[in-house]
């Protein structure tokens, strides 16, 4: 473990320590609602930081830019936009939420860099389609290397740790990069593509033990076009039960990530291999809990779960609450922000819950 | 005898086939090699391609046969720095020995390409994932075992680790991993018949006298299996085996395989000291390998008078073909020297 902590070093970057314009994701609010808002809260109430949230963000056009419905010129034009709203906040350091656009603006920048004449064509191609003008980010920063940064002084706060009361050992985390995290560009993330630490940074600092298998580097099986075009999508739940059959033996106790559609399909497709093949990855034919980096960290900081949005997983999180003795009333599970009771969603087959 | 001395750098196989020829025509030789004993990367070997030659004996003739008087050998020292004063050549040393000869030949060879610069092939990180350096050495033991003391199984070697890899800058080949591969396959095989023994490669460079023999035998006798295909990833399975993952690019199939011991093929390249050296006296060329006048002029021969080169500090050779460069070399020394005042 010395050599890969060596390796691991090598893969440092540049993480802006405050003032950030933050982007939200597209889908990341319908699949894990309370993260984005985890995140925030973490960041101005916890570590005392200033980020902006601006309601006028949009796409950075990543899901059509990679299945080939968005030209480049289009994508660079409108990361140009998403920039010139930076701007007017009058901040510089760009962190968007989702993977997908963090590999996005990490091209559009890469390809300024070598192509100025690019550059220059999306000024004016914004200037013609909106009026505005735009200067490029000093630093983009994922908000996990925000996480991941910070993740000595979050300790100091946090009221559970990644162990289990039971035992006392620490709790075995699998842990799932997003592909566009590090493996479009290596050195724009913490550790580099084979081996990346934003994640098991974080699980290490905070008492858990990470599950070094063999298909932990494999796709989560979202792969875009392999679930966006519906006939393909055998291939995304194949990827997926691959990794699911490889991280078994070791027994996880959850599943974290740091891609919006890697904690989804992660958790969704377990749910889908269950009710097609009677199959699940767990002991107790329940599954394994797919919770994303800001659930994960909220959950310790004694956040609510209710609060962050453990219950619109698919997986139910119970058992690993349990195992950390995370504190949680069930009767409030399906109560929304109103007091009114939800309803409760119909119960899956064969995925117990 | 001669009065005109000559300063070699490197003890291994080229440094002392240079060495004794030199010597054997009465000239005066201070062979300079910084391990406490001379040999070079022999001294890891069990046997040599294609012949299976015993590697001790062939160290132990190459250096008997320098014990003569007018070779003067310094182990244990390393050079450090190599000017040009007039006509004379001056090296010092680490521990500040100071040497002045007519004529410098370079002989400081290569290093082993390392291997944890290849992170996805898991070297230093998994166990059961050893270099072919390593391999050699427990040969010479007598046994291959995986870490857990089973016999392997199943055995992967793979070919071209730090070799024709723009990830890791050596677009070069080096020469000899297919012929060597093959030789610790059939090691292996001789050691463990009833065990499997695959090797992954690009494409197999058996262009040496009795190379293509030797891999023909190797699938003929010894069961071998080729497979046309880099490794992408390697990784430790929950029952410490390494688990594969390649493409069969004959086939154009996907690949996963498990293995109980996978042995990278580590490639050549430049020393440090060949590094350093050819640095100080501007004649550092590709990959940081000693530049000589050019292939198609004087491979032996440097820009600066009286500074020559053999062996591998100027590209990966095999052990044959090194020998005969030292000797190419050591002729070339001869014909300067009677050349200068």
Known sequence: MEIK????????????????????????????????????????????????????IHTCTGIGYHSDIVPFDTTMAICARLFSLMNGAGLKNYVPSCVTSFGIFNEVLETWKHHPEELEKTRENLRKATGREFEVPENIAHPSDIIYNFRKELKLKMKYSLVNKETGNPLKVVEHIGCHYSKIFSEKSIGGTEFPHVLAGMIEEWGGEVVDYPERRHCCGFGFRNYLVMANRGYSVANSRKKFESMKPYKPDFIV???????MFMDR???????????TYDDKGKGIPVLTYEEMTGMLLGYNPWDIGMQVHQVQTESLLDKIGIEYDPQDKYVGVSGTFLGEPEKPTNLGV | MS?????IIGGGPAGLEAAYHLARQNYNVVLFEKDSETGGHIKKDLRLFPDFADASQVRKE?????????????????????????????????????????????????????????????????NNIITSVEFEEKLKEGKILT???????????????????????????????????????????????????????????????????????????????????????AAATFDHKIQLKSEDTLAGLPLKITVDLLVLMVGMESSLSTKLLAGQNDIRGNYGFAESLGLNRSDYRTKKEGLFLAG??????????????????????????????
């Open chain 1, 257 to 263: 990530s740091n891609c919006p559609g890697c904690a």
């Open chain 2, 3 to 7: 009065e005109k001395k000559i300063i």
């Open chain 1, 5 to 56: 902590k060596q390796y691991w070093n090598e893969y440092q970057k540049e993480i802006a320590q405050d003032d950030y314009f933050y982007e939200r994701s597209c889908i990341r609010q319908t699949f894990f609602p309370g993260s984005e808002a985890t995140f925030l809260k973490i960041l101005r109430e916890e570590l005392g930081k200033k980020i902006v949230d601006d309601p006028k």
């Open chain 2, 147 to 233: 870490t857990e003391g089973n016999t392997p199984q199943r055995i992967a070697f793979l070919n071209c680790v730090g070799s024709r890899d723009e990830k890791t800058g050596n677009h070069y080949c080096s020469r000899v991993c297919c012929v060597n591969g093959v030789k610790l396959a059939i090691s292996f095989k001789e050691l463990y018949p009833s065990s499997e023994a695959y090797l992954f490669y690009i494409d197999m460079r058996m262009n040496g006298q009795q190379y293509e023999e030797l891999y023909r035998t190797s699938q003929q006798k010894y069961g071998v299996t080729f497979i046309r295909g880099r490794i992408s990833e």
């Open chain 1, 269 to 279: 497709w377990q749910y889908t291999i269950a009710e097609m093949e009677d199959i």
């Open chain 2, 62 to 126: 190459l250096s008997d046969r320098i014990i003569q008087p007018n070779i003067e050998i310094k182990t244990g020292i390393c050079i450090n720095e190599l000017v040009q004063e007039g006509n004379q050549w001056c090296v010092k040393s680490d521990n500040n020995t100071v040497v002045y000869g007519d004529a410098v030949l370079l002989a400081t060879g290569f290093e082993t390409f390392d291997a944890r610069r290849k992170e996805e092939l898991g070297y230093g990180i998994y």
């Open chain 2, 312 to 341: 591998t500090c100027k590209r990966p050779l095999s052990f044959q073909e090194t020998i005969a460069d030292a000797g190419a070399a050591a002729v070339q020394i001869m014909d300067y020297l009677k050349s200068i005042k």
